[in-house]
């Protein structure tokens, strides 16, 4: 039984690292790392062909939004083969391996000339998923293109200089650097990948939905805000009311929408996993110490402007007692009387949402609240 556990525990470890080398498009330099390492110890063949099948392999395990580098590297191993067919035998390995990274450097240059061909191609419908490894990937591109393109200038210069007729060029310091900078840039983005790996596991995920509500996708609520009205989100909104007034308060500065006006105490957005239950009452907990209140479904709509797109659920919560409505320890904000939200409309000074929802309630539930004060509902 413990060896069973112990098995599991080594599949999904291996599956993990797994997956880790494959999404991390640095990785796609390990052919010509291999490839550095392989030529000059072993047979010149027998190098192409390691490193060319790695190249291969990357093209078919990996997701070709990720996979720039191993294309770029079969495209490489493919121009170098008939360098090597003519020229094996004549040249040393080092000047071999230089002329592979010539190529690797040129064809690098000529994808990032390419770049939005390349993107308007891979990544269709506006994905950002495949965008943002499309960019990830020609991000180390980049970061390859000119480390390579440095270590170049350094191996021409040592190639204009020589030593008693022998060329600087096949000492072996010449490969060692290519390596280490390969490396290098294998290692940074790495960490920077797990780094924002670590990130994600603390995100907040938004669900992706249509107006009906249906949930068609998911996104990071740290992308979709750079997105602004790209995706809808939903959000739950529960209108405080308290003696026929409308509790209001300033919205907190780090809201998406309108930071700084009046509007009530209580939204969230709903998280990927969330239910409209538990995201009303995390929205009131959030702000409260009570959130066993009265609370009431009134009406569900979408709302857009130029920053955000969401599909509000509107709730509402009417206090009977003062000493309910005490217990919320409510701070920084005040009940607003009918006349005095009506005298200030359209000033700026309330949440845009919450002036498109006033009328209602102000023909719903503010009307039934007076009608019970003055014993008309009959």
Known sequence: MRFAHFASFLGDMEKSILQKILKNPAFGLIPLFVFSFLIGRIDMYVSYLVAFSLSVAGLLLVKRHSRLLYDISVVTFLLLFPLIILLG????????????EVIFVLSLIVSRLSRPKIILRLARNDNPSARNYLNESFRVAFLSQYGLSIHLLIVLALFLFSV???????????KITAQLILLGIMCLESLRLNIFDNKLKHEDWLPVVNEKGDITGKIAKSVTKDLKNKFMHPVVRVALIFDGKIYLTKRKNNRILDPGKLDYPFEKYMNFDDDLDRAVHDAIAS????????????LKYVFENATTKRLIFLYVSEIETEDMFNSLQLQDGKLWTEAQIEDNLGNNLFCECFEME?????????????????????
């Open 89 to 100: 035998s004549k040249i040393d390995s080092t000047r071999i391996f230089v002329a592979a």
């Open 164 to 174: 008693d007729g022998l060329s600087l060029i096949e000492i072996p310091i010449v």
């Open 287 to 298: 702000e409260t110490k009570n959130d066993q209140i009265p609370l009431r479904f009134l």
């Open 358 to 378: 006033y009328e209602y309630l102000k023909n719903t539930v503010l009307l039934f609240c007076k009608r019970k004060r003055t014993g008309s509902l009959a």
